[in-house]
Nanobody, 122 residues
Framework: QVQLVESGGGLVQAGGSLRLSCAASGRTVATYFMGWFRQAPGKEREFVAALRWSGTVTYYADSVKGRVTISRDIAKNTVFLQMNRLKPEDTAVYYC???????????????WGKGTLVTVSP
């Protein structure tokens, strides 16, 4: 199994930036797709961004494209989500997820972290 631990959430004003981190438990994640999802109060969990440990291709939801960057440090088994120009509608619990196959939907992911809260004030 894969264990994921998110960190880096917090309170930020609109227009500000945050960088989230997700630490994975082992090197088996190197063959996986890694993704970030978020869930706002009263809404379903939605896709934010994803990448594959090997390669340079990244995937972004239209809602965040141009404002977020997903990256990773393979040696440290860590994936990052840099978020800039944050908006109040970005407020959500952000979850790190891993899957053996790419998916841009929550049901397609195999492993999940517990989440880290991002609150963007107006």
């Amino acid at each position: 199994q894969v264990q994921l631990v998110e960190s880096g959430g917090g309170l930020v004003q609109a227009g500000g930036s945050l960088r989230l981190s997700c630490a994975a438990s082992g090197r088996t994640v190197a063959t996986y797709f890694m993704g970030w999802f978020r869930q706002a109060p009263g809404k379903e969990r939605e896709f934010v961004a994803a990448l594959r440990w090997s390669g340079t291709v990244t995937y972004y939801a239209d809602s965040v494209k141009g404002r977020v960057t997903i990256s990773r440090d393979i040696a440290k088994n860590t994936v990052f989500l840099q978020m800039n120009r944050l908006k109040p509608e970005d407020t959500a619990v952000y979850y790190c997820a891993a899957s053996e196959r790419f998916s841009d939907s929550a049901p397609g992911m195999d492993y999940w972290g517990k989440g880290t809260l991002v609150t963007v004030s107006p």
